[in-house]
C-alpha cells in the first residue's frame, strides 16, 4: 500500500506538470524538524574559490566534501561562487513545493548545473540537482541535509530510486529516462526536462525584501536559507535553460 501510495502521488504530481527534479517522495513530518542544526550564513566555514565554483553534481559533493560537518544546507548554499542566477516559482504542488509567494522554489543556475531548494515546507531539508546532458534532457539527483559525514556520488542518487521496477520514480513524470552511463555513478539516469512555468515565477527583488525582513526569532531556518541565497548570494533573476 505504502509503495502504491508513493506511486499515485507521483503520477498526481506529474499530472500537475510541476515536477522537475525531485522524484523521492520525502515527506518529512516537520522541516524544522529535520534541520534544527540550522545556522546562519555568518557563522558558515568558506572552501576555496575553486570549490566554490559549480557545473557539475560532482562538483557539488565535491564541495559538500570539503566543508565541515555537520553541514546545514544554508551553509552550502553560502558557499556557491556568487552573484547567484535564480529562477523563483510559487509552484505549491510539486514534489519540492513551495509554500506560497514568499516561499518559493528556487532554482540557482550553474549551467549545466541547476540546484532547486525551498526555505520552508515538507522538503526543506532536500537539495535537488539537475545536470543537464542535452537540451531536452538532465540527469537528477537529491540529497537531504544536515549531512553529518562525506558523501560519496552513488549517495547522490540513490534517494531516487525506483520503488518498484528499475529507474527512478521521476521516470513517472519525466519520460524517456535511460541509465545516464559516461562519467555519471553506475545509478544514475537521465530523463526529460519540465521547465517550471514562467507565470509562477517570483522575481528576485520581492524574495530579498522577505530576506532581509525575515526574523531569525521567527523561523531561523528559513531566514537562513533566504540569506544565503538573496543576500550573501547577492541573487539576480536568471533565465531558465
Known amino acids: 500500500m505504502r509503495l502504491l501510495s508513493r506511486i499515485g502521488l507521483a503520477a498526481l504530481a506529474c499530472a500537475l506538470t510541476v515536477l522537475y527534479t525531485n522524484c523521492s517522495g520525502f515527506q518529512p513530518s516537520s522541516a524544522s524538524q529535520e534541520v534544527s542544526q540550522s545556522s546562519l550564513s555568518v557563522k558558515c566555514a568558506r572552501a576555496s574559490a575553486s570549490q566554490r565554483h ?13 566543508l565541515p560537518k555537520p553541514l546545514t544546507l544554508d551553509c552550502f548554499l553560502y558557499n556557491i561562487d556568487a552573484p547567484l542566477s535564480v529562477y523563483n516559482v510559487n509552484n505549491t504542488a510539486s514534489a519540492q513545493p513551495a509554500i506560497n509567494a514568499q516561499n518559493p522554489r528556487i532554482f540557482i543556475i550553474k549551467t549545466p548545473l541547476l540546484l532547486s531548494v525551498v526555505p520552508a515546507g515538507p522538503a526543506a531539508a532536500l537539495l535537488e540537482m539537475s545536470e543537464l546532458v542535452s537540451s531536452t534532457q538532465s540527469v537528477k539527483a537529491e ?3 544536515p549531512i553529518t559525514s562525506n558523501v560519496v556520488t552513488e549517495d547522490a542518487f540513490s534517494s531516487l530510486a525506483a520503488t518498484i521496477g528499475v529507474g527512478t520514480d521521476c521516470r513517472f513524470c519525466h519520460t524517456n529516462e535511460t541509465l545516464a552511463g559516461g562519467s555519471f555513478a ?4 537521465k530523463s526529460d526536462i519540465i521547465a517550471p512555468a514562467a507565470s509562477q515565477r517570483i522575481i528576485t527583488a520581492a524574495m530579498r525584501r522577505e530576506a532581509s525582513a525575515c526574523d531569525p526569532s521567527v523561523d531561523a531556518y528559513r531566514c537562513a536559507i533566504l540569506s544565503a541565497v538573496f543576500i550573501d548570494g547577492a541573487a539576480t533573476d536568471g533565465t531558465f535553460p
Do not use: M, T
Open 186 to 189: 553506475r545509478n544514475a539516469y
Open 54 to 66: 559549480l557545473q557539475s553534481i560532482n562538483d557539488a559533493i565535491a564541495l559538500i566534501n570539503a
Open 143 to 145: 540529497l537531504k541535509f
